[in-house]
């Protein structure tokens, strides 16, 4: 079974950073999108960044300039380092992937179980 888990969330004052990350494990034989989400109490889940095999990245324009992804393909990890922490930013973050088991196998998109961020002085 193909297990995501996150790490790194906490309590940070505004202003502050902090580093997510992601790891993927199972059995894996390829991953494709690997992606950030985050879900304010009360609002929809909403999609922050992702990132593809080839390093391309993209953000929704609430972080652009603040939150970087990355990821490093042979730990099957993916990162996301927050700058510049808004307490609009509190929120349980979730890290998301398109994986595939085998080379017969289509990719089918995995949840990690989040991970809480709260930025409050």
């Known amino acids: 079974q193909v297990k995501l888990v996150e790490y790194g969330g906490g309590l940070v004052e505004p202003e502050g950073s902090l580093r997510l990350s992601c790891a993927a494990s199972g059995p894996i034989f390829s991953i494709e999108d690997m992606d950030w989400y985050r879900q304010a109490p009360g609002l929809q889940r909403e999609l922050v960044a992702g990132i593809l095999t080839n390093g391309r990245a993209a953000y929704v324009d609430s972080v652009k300039g603040r939150f970087t992804i990355s990821r490093d393909n042979a730990k099957n990890a993916v990162y996301l380092q927050i700058d510049k922490l808004k307490p609009e930013d509190t929120a349980v973050y979730y890290c998301?992937?398109?994986?595939?088991?085998?080379?017969?196998?289509?990719?089918?998109?995995?949840w990690g179980q989040g991970t809480q961020v709260t930025v409050s002085s």
């Open positions: 998301s992937a398109d994986v595939a088991t085998s080379s017969d196998d289509r990719h089918h998109r995995y």
